[in-house]
Every structure is written in C-alpha cells, then in structure tokens.
C-alpha cells in the first residue's frame, strides 16, 4: 500500500478555472510539503505544512492532521501552472516519502 | 535568490563505471539531500547528510553508493560501479534546518543515462 496518495493523477482545466489536488498519507508525519515539478524535470518547494493553512500568490494549501490529508489549491488557474504538483511527507526523520504527482494542464 | 546548483546536467555513462555528481548547496544551509527520479515514477529519497556526516539513508543506498562534502561547498553522490537500474534523474536538494522543519530548495537535477 502506497504511503502517500494523490488524486487525481492527472487534471486539465481552462484558463481562470478553480484547481483542487488532494493527497492522503496513512502514517503520522511531520510535515507535508508540496512540490512542484516542470516540464524540464526541476523540482520547486511551493509549500511546507505542519498545521492549519498557507497562502502564496494564487496557491493555497491545507492540511487536516486527523484525518491525514492536505490539498493544494490553485485559483484562477493559468497555463503556466501546467506542471506536475507532488505531495511529499516527512515522518519525523529526514527522510521524505513522496506521492506519484498530479499532472495538470491549464489550456488558455 | 540563491539556488541550489548541479553538475553535470546530463551524464552518459558505460555500465560498471564509476560516475560522480555534484552538487553546491545554498551557502548558509547546514543540511544536504540526495533523491532520484527514476523515469515515469515517483522520487525517492537516497541520503541526508549533517554536519560531514550521513544522518539518514534509505534501502536503495547501498555499498555502491557515497556521499562526501570534500571542500564545504560541494556536496558530491559517488556511484562506484553502474548498472543499468542507476539510469535516472538525480536531485540534489538544502535546508537550513533539518528534520522536517526547514524549507528544501532543489537543484535542477542530474540526469544520468547508464548504457
């Protein structure tokens, strides 16, 4: 059974849509980070998450500790947002176990 | 703003050779990472390092591979002796504070392509 789940696996949307990605982990964590990953395979910390919420820019993440589970959120989505989001979780250590990522493409 | 660099950004190699990567964290950031990305799955954590030593490996770092900061600015991944399976995308990745607490920046990423 995987440790960190995303869905959905993959997403498109128009350009200005809401944009919801979920990830569910079945251990207790530390923190939760999410990722972003572009087209040319570089890695972008977007947020780090131990409790409640984070806002930057259009992008909102949210994490429930009891019920394992965080979501990122994009508003008003544009194309440049098309990349592979990843949900990683630190168990305490500093090992990071990673989700299988969200493929999203915005279309204009 | 300061990055997280890799070198090289693309190596090809022969299976059994040895191949090095190289990594210059972010100058003030204490604690070093090493992830791959085989292609079409997900990314994996290899090494954490602190303090000039290793502080946490996982199941796939294995004998054949090592980890040094010879210099306090490199942070360098040895692979001894190839294979096949080493073929993918190797991160590098800092924080100014560990376990879990401290922000990671990652380098673009070291591709290694074993033949």
């Known amino acids: 059974k995987n440790e960190v789940e995303q869905s959905p696996q993959n997403l498109t949307a128009q350009e200005g849509e809401f944009i919801t990605i979920n990830c569910s982990y079945s251990?207790?964590?530390?923190?939760l980070h999410w990722l972003q990953q572009h087209p040319g395979g570089g890695i972008v910390s977007l947020f780090m998450?131990?409790?409640g919420k984070k806002k930057h820019g259009r992008l909102i993440a949210t994490i429930n500790i009891q019920e394992k589970h965080s979501s990122l959120h994009i508003t008003a989505s544009h194309p440049r947002d098309s990349a592979v989001y990843i949900c990683a979780v630190r168990l305490g250590t500093d090992k990071l176990i990673f989700g299988t990522g969200t493929r999203l493409q915005v279309f204009p | 703003e300061p990055e997280v660099t890799q070198t090289p950004s693309h190596q090809v190699t022969q299976m059994g050779q040895e191949v090095i990567l190289r990594c210059v964290p972010i100058?003030?950031?204490?604690?070093f990472y090493w992830y791959r990305q085989i292609l079409g799955q997900k990314v994996e954590f290899l090494v954490s390092f602190y303090n000039n030593e290793i502080s946490e490996k996982s199941e796939i770092f294995d004998d054949q591979f090592s980890v040094e900061r010879p210099d306090g600015s490199n942070f360098t991944l040895k692979i001894r002796s190839t294979k096949l399976e080493d073929s993918a995308m190797y991160f590098c990745a800092s924080s100014q504070q560990g376990w879990g607490t401290g922000e990671l920046f990652f380098g673009e990423g070291s591709r290694l392509t074993v033949l």
């Open positions: 998450l131990s409790s």
């Open positions: 251990v207790g964590i530390s923190a």
């Open positions: 100058s003030n950031h204490l604690y």
